[in-house]
C-alpha cells in the first residue's frame, strides 16, 4: 500500500479557492506531472515532512536556497537573535552592510551590491541599470533561460513557464517584448549574428552562466568567454544571472568556476539562506548610478530586511570553510553518476550533469546544449519517474525543465537510499513508450 496523500488533497482543494491554482509559484502546482501537490508540515536536514506524515529525501531545496539543510540550527539561531530586535525598520540596519561585505568578500567583480528580496526584482534592476549606462534598450537572453517574471524576460523563458508550455505570457505589451533579442543557449554564432542585425542597439547579454531552467545544461567551453569577448567589442554589458549558480556552484560562484567577469551579477536564493532576499551588483561605474547615489532608480520596502540578512549572512559564513563545495560536488556527482549508471544498466535512455551542488537528468540520448535540444525529453517517463520516487520518499523538482540540489545536510546514505528507489523509477520509466 502506498503512501496516503489525503490530507494534501483536501488542503489543495481549499487552497484552490482562494489562490490561483492552489499555489503561490507556479511549477508548485504539479502540472505537469499530475497528481497532487505535496503540502508540507516540516523540514530538518536533508528531510521533508508532507502533511499526511509522510517523509522525503528532498532535492528541491526550496528550489536552490537550502544549501546548508531545512532548518539549519546556525540559521534558526541568527534570525531568532535579530528577531529580538524586531522584523523590519525601513532604515539602515548594520547587518544589511555585513551581508554585502561577505557578498563582495566572495566575489571580485561585485564592488557595490543592492539588496532586493526577489531574483525577478534583481535581474529586473540590473537591466534598467544597464540601459541607463550604455543608453541602449535593447537586451539579449538565451531560449530556456529563466531571469523572474519581469515583462521583458517572459520571452522564451525557461522554469515554470516552459513547464506549462505557456508561449510567453498574455498581459506583455509587444512594445516590451520587441526590444528582447533572444538566442540559443550555447550558440556564439547566434549571438554575434544578433549583434550585427541591431549594432549599437543591444544594451547587455543576460545569461544563467549554468542553465538551471530548462533542465541542467553546461556552458560548452568558450561560451562564456565568447560573450564576454563580444560584449567587449560591442560595447554591451554582460550581466551573470547567478540567482540559482550564486554561492552554490563554487565559493566564487559560476564566475568564479568559469574565470569569466561580468559587469553586473545578479543573486537570490542562496543569499537569503530561505528567506526573500536578492541582490545585483557589479562595477562601481555602473553601481554609482543606482538611486540615492545616482539617477537610476530602484526600491523596495523590506529591501535588505534584518532578518533575511541573518539568515542570508549565517548561511554564506558556513558557506566559507573549507571543503565545503568539494563535499557538496561529491553528492552531486555520486547522484548523478549513480542515476546514468542505471540507466545504462536498465537501458532507457537517460542523460545527467551536475556541477557543484546543483544535479539535472534528462530523459533524453543527449547530447543537450539548448532548449530545443531539452524540449526534445521524453516527458511521460519523466512523469512516470517522478511519482514512483514520490511514493518511495524522494522529493524531485515537479518538472522536466528544473535543476535538483543537494545541501550540506545530505548523507553518502540519502544518495544511496536516493539510487535505489531511483532503480524501481526508472525501470517503470523504461517501461513508458
Ligand atoms: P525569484 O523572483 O523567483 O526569486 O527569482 C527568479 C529567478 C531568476 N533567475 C534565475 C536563474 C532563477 O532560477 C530564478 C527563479 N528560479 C525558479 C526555479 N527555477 C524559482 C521557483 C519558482 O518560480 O517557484
Redesign the pocket.
Known sequence: MGPSFQASREAFKSAKRCIPGGVN????GFGSVGGTPLFIERGKGSRIWDIDGNEYIDYVGS??PLILGHADPGVLKAMRETLKQGTSFGAPTEIETRLAQAICRALPSVKRVRMVS??????MSAIRLARAATGRDRVLKFDG?????SDGLLVGA???VATLGIPGSPGIPAAMTELTVQAPYNNLEAVAAAFASWPGEIACIIV?PVA??MGCILPRPGFLKGLRALCDAEGALLIF?????GFRVAAGSAQGLYGVRPDLT?L??VVGGGM?A?AYGGRNDLMRRVAPAGDVYQAGTLSGNPVAMAAGLATLERLEAPGVYERLGARAQALAQGLQTLAEEIGVELTTTSVGGMFGFSFHPGPIDCFTQAQENHEARFRRFFSRMIEGGVNL?PSAY??GFVSLAHTQADIGRTLEVARKGLEAAARVR
Open positions: 509559484s507556479p511549477v508548485r528550489w536552490g526577489s531574483g525577478t526584482e534583481a535581474t533561460c529563466y531571469h523572474g517574471h525557461g522554469s515554470g544563467e538551471g531552467n544571472d547567478e540567482v540559482m549558480t545578479c537570490g536564493k526573500p536578492a523538482a528544473e535543476t
